[in-house]
């Protein structure tokens, strides 16, 4: 069974930095598509950044800039950060990992989503 489990996620002021993490664990061989979505109260989720094979990115506008997101290498390979920095309160939503394409030993297995981690922008 694949899971992605988020950590990262906290209280900050504006102005400073988190670094979200994401890790797929199971017997995985590969990931497509990893990425991070976000949804802040009575709003619609939205897509914040993608990667594609480890090394295509895609931004929200919003975030561009001022987010980074990555892949792990080595022995976390099927990890992906995302870097935040200069957040501002707008930020503020609950940030939850994607990943899309997951080669397993249960074949290829598509949207998987974590559980999401809370991330708030407030002095």
């Known amino acids: 069974q694949v899971q992605l489990v988020e950590s990262g996620g906290g209280l900050v002021q504006p102005g400073g930095s988190l670094r979200l993490s994401c890790a797929a664990s199971?017997?995985?061989?590969?990931?497509?598509?990893m990425g991070w979505y976000r949804q802040a109260p009575a709003k619609q989720r939205e897509l914040v950044a993608t990667?594609?094979?480890?090394?295509?990115?895609?931004?929200a506008d919003s975030v561009k800039g001022r987010f980074t997101i990555s892949i792990g290498n080595g022995n976390v390979k099927n990890t992906v950060y995302l870097q935040m920095n200069s957040l501002k309160p707008e930020d503020t939503a609950v940030y939850y990992c994607?990943?899309?394409?997951?080669?397993?030993?249960?074949?290829?297995?598509?949207?998987?989503w974590g559980q999401g981690t809370q991330v708030t922008v407030s002095s």
């Open positions: 199971g017997r995985i061989f590969g990931i497509g598509i």
């Open positions: 994607y990943a899309d394409k997951i080669v397993s030993a249960m074949g290829l297995l598509r949207d998987y």
């Open positions: 990667i594609t094979g480890g090394v295509v990115t895609s931004y």
